[in-house]
C-alpha cells in the first residue's frame, strides 16, 4: 500500500476508535444507569393526569442502536475521505520531493525545488535537498573543469614530445644530445604532473594513515631542503616558533609545507627576498604561517591561486621551478583532509601571506 493510503486509514481508524470509545463512554456513565423496567404512574386528585411513559433501558437501546449504527458509518466514510484528502495535501510537499530526485537521477543537477511557506519538517528536508544538489552541482563541475585541465595539461607534453621525434626522424643530422636533454626535460615535466595529480586525488580520499607530527620539525626539515634554492636566488629563509603537534600523515604534511616554502622562494623579489616559516599553538588549533615579500597582489587573484592549474596572473614561471599549478591546490587539498583550515591574505608590503590551521593534539 502506498503511504498515502496507509494514512488514509490510519485516519480513518482513529476516528471511528474515537466514536467507539465515545459509545461505550455512553453505555458507561449513562445507559448502565437506566432500569431494564419501569412502571407507568397515574396522578391522581382533584384534577387527573394520565400516564407518564417512562422508557426502560430496552427502549433506549432500540432507539439509540441504530442511530449509533448510522454516526459509525457516517464516521468511517467521513474518516476515509478526510484522511485521503488531508494525506494528499501532507504528501504533497514530498512528491515534490521526489520528482526533484527523478529529475536529479536523470543527470540534471541544476534543478531546485525552492518550496515556500512555513518552516516545517518538509521545508527542512526540502532546503537541505537544495543545498545538497547545489553542492553536488558544484562538485561535479568542479571535476570537470579539473578533467578538462589535467587532459591539457597531460597532452602538452606529449605533443611537444611527439613533435621532437618527428623532427629528429625527419633530420637524421640533428643533434641527438640536444634532443635527449629536451625530451628529458618535457617527460620530467610530465612525470611530475602525473605525481601531483596522483597525490591531489590521495589527499581528497583522505587516505592515509595518522600519527602524531610536530608541524615545527616538518618546517626546519622542509626548509633544510630548500634552503640551497633559497641561496640560488639570495632569499633569507627562516624557521621560527615553537612545537605545533597535529595528528595526520607526516609525508602529506611535510608536502604542505614543501610546496608553500616553495612558492614563496619562487615567487619573491629577484634579490633580497625573504621567507619567514612560523609555527604555534593557539588554543585547539596548530598554526603554521609562511610569510614571503614579493610584488602586491591584487585581492581578487588570491581565491584563484588554490584552484588546480591556476598559477595566477603574471605568476607562471618559465625557469626550472615552472610548477604545473597544483601547488597550492595539493595544500587545500591536504589540509582539508586533515580538517584543518587555509587562509591566503596578500602582505601588507607585497608577498602573500598563508596561515594553515590544524586541530592541535596533546
Same mark, same amino acid.
Not at 279 to 286: F, I, M, P, W
Not at 333 to 358: E, F, Q, Y
Given at each position: 500500500? /502506498?503511504?498515502?493510503?496507509?494514512?488514509?486509514? /490510519?485516519?480513518?481508524?482513529?476516528?471511528?476508535?474515537?466514536?467507539?470509545?465515545?459509545?461505550?463512554?455512553?453505555?458507561?456513565?449513562?445507559?448502565?444507569?437506566?432500569?431494564?423496567?419501569?412502571?407507568?404512574?397515574? !396522578?391522581?386528585?382533584?384534577?387527573?393526569?394520565?400516564?407518564?411513559?417512562?422508557?426502560? @433501558?430496552?427502549?433506549?437501546?432500540?432507539?439509540?442502536?441504530?442511530?449509533?449504527?448510522?454516526?459509525?458509518?457516517?464516521?468511517?466514510?467521513?474518516?476515509?475521505?478526510?484522511?485521503?484528502?488531508?494525506?494528499?495535501?501532507?504528501?504533497?510537499?514530498?512528491?515534490?520531493?521526489?520528482?526533484?530526485?527523478?529529475?536529479? %537521477?536523470?543527470?540534471?543537477?541544476?534543478?531546485?525545488?525552492?518550496?515556500?511557506?512555513?518552516?516545517?519538517?518538509?521545508?527542512?528536508?526540502?532546503?537541505?535537498?537544495? %543545498?545538497?544538489?547545489?553542492?553536488?552541482? %558544484?562538485?561535479?563541475?568542479?571535476?570537470?573543469?579539473?578533467? %578538462?585541465? *589535467?587532459?591539457?595539461?597531460?597532452?602538452?607534453?606529449?605533443?611537444?614530445?611527439?613533435?621532437?621525434?618527428?623532427?629528429? @626522424?625527419?633530420?637524421?643530422?640533428?643533434?641527438?644530445?640536444?634532443?635527449?636533454?629536451?625530451?628529458?626535460?618535457?617527460?620530467?615535466?610530465?612525470?611530475?604532473?602525473?605525481?601531483?595529480?596522483?597525490?591531489?586525488?590521495?589527499?581528497?580520499?583522505?587516505?592515509?594513515?595518522?600519527?602524531?607530527?610536530?608541524?615545527?620539525?616538518?618546517?626546519?626539515?622542509?626548509?633544510?631542503?630548500?634552503?640551497?634554492?633559497?641561496?640560488?636566488?639570495?632569499?633569507?629563509?627562516?624557521?621560527?616558533?615553537?612545537?605545533?603537534?597535529? /595528528?595526520? /600523515? *607526516?609525508?602529506?604534511?611535510?608536502?604542505?609545507?614543501?610546496?608553500?616554502?616553495?612558492?614563496?622562494?619562487?615567487?619573491?623579489?629577484?634579490?633580497?627576498?625573504?621567507?619567514?616559516?612560523?609555527?604555534?599553538?593557539?588554543?585547539?588549533?596548530?598554526?603554521?604561517?609562511?610569510?614571503?615579500?614579493?610584488?602586491?597582489?591584487?585581492?581578487?587573484?588570491?581565491?584563484?591561486?588554490?584552484?588546480?592549474?591556476?598559477?595566477?596572473?603574471?605568476?607562471?614561471?618559465?625557469?626550472?621551478?615552472?610548477? !604545473?599549478?597544483?601547488?597550492?591546490?595539493?595544500?587545500?587539498?591536504?589540509?582539508?583532509?586533515?580538517?584543518?583550515?587555509?587562509?591566503?591574505?596578500?602582505?601588507?608590503?607585497?608577498?602573500?601571506?598563508?596561515?594553515?590551521?590544524?586541530?592541535?593534539?596533546?
Amino acid at each position: 500500500m /502506498s503511504v498515502r493510503l496507509k494514512l488514509t486509514l /490510519s485516519y480513518a481508524g482513529f476516528v471511528m476508535l474515537a466514536g467507539g470509545l465515545l459509545l461505550v463512554t455512553v453505555w458507561v456513565f449513562l445507559l448502565r444507569y437506566v432500569p431494564e423496567s419501569t412502571t407507568n404512574a397515574e !396522578v391522581t386528585g382533584p384534577f387527573s393526569v394520565p400516564a407518564m411513559f417512562v422508557p426502560n @433501558r430496552s427502549d433506549l437501546l432500540r432507539a439509540f442502536g441504530p442511530r449509533a449504527a448510522a454516526v459509525l458509518i457516517f464516521l468511517l466514510n467521513f474518516g476515509l475521505l478526510g484522511g485521503w484528502v488531508l494525506a494528499g495535501r501532507m504528501l504533497a510537499p514530498l512528491t515534490r520531493i521526489t520528482n526533484a530526485t527523478r529529475v536529479a %537521477a536523470d543527470g540534471s543537477l541544476s534543478h531546485r525545488i525552492r518550496m515556500e511557506g512555513r518552516q516545517d519538517e518538509f521545508r527542512e528536508l526540502s532546503d537541505a535537498f537544495d %543545498a545538497m544538489l547545489a553542492r553536488l552541482e %558544484a562538485n561535479v563541475a568542479e571535476q570537470q573543469r579539473f578533467a %578538462a585541465n *589535467a587532459s591539457h595539461e597531460l597532452r602538452t607534453p606529449l605533443a611537444i614530445s611527439r613533435t621532437l621525434l618527428d623532427v629528429a @626522424r625527419q633530420d637524421p643530422t640533428r643533434d641527438r644530445g640536444e634532443l635527449i636533454e629536451r625530451l628529458d626535460v618535457v617527460n620530467r615535466r610530465a612525470i611530475d604532473l602525473t605525481e601531483a595529480l596522483l597525490l591531489l586525488s590521495r589527499g581528497e580520499r583522505g587516505n592515509f594513515t595518522r600519527e602524531s607530527v610536530d608541524l615545527s620539525l616538518v618546517a626546519e626539515e622542509a626548509a633544510e631542503t630548500l634552503l640551497p634554492l633559497a641561496e640560488q636566488r639570495r632569499i633569507s629563509l627562516d624557521v621560527t616558533g615553537g612545537a605545533a603537534r597535529t /595528528s595526520g /600523515s *607526516a609525508e602529506l604534511l611535510l608536502r604542505v609545507v614543501t610546496n608553500l616554502v616553495q612558492n614563496a622562494v619562487v615567487h619573491n623579489l629577484p634579490v633580497g627576498g625573504t621567507v619567514l616559516v612560523h609555527t604555534e599553538e593557539q588554543g585547539d588549533a596548530s598554526v603554521l604561517r609562511v610569510e614571503n615579500t614579493g610584488r602586491r597582489l591584487a585581492p581578487e587573484l588570491i581565491p584563484a591561486l588554490i584552484e588546480p592549474f591556476q598559477r595566477g596572473t603574471e605568476r607562471t614561471r618559465t625557469d626550472e621551478h615552472a610548477g !604545473v599549478g597544483l601547488g597550492l591546490a595539493i595544500v587545500h587539498s591536504i589540509v582539508r583532509a586533515h580538517n584543518g583550515t587555509l587562509d591566503l591574505v596578500p602582505g601588507r608590503a607585497g608577498g602573500l601571506l598563508v596561515t594553515v590551521r590544524l586541530p592541535r593534539t596533546p
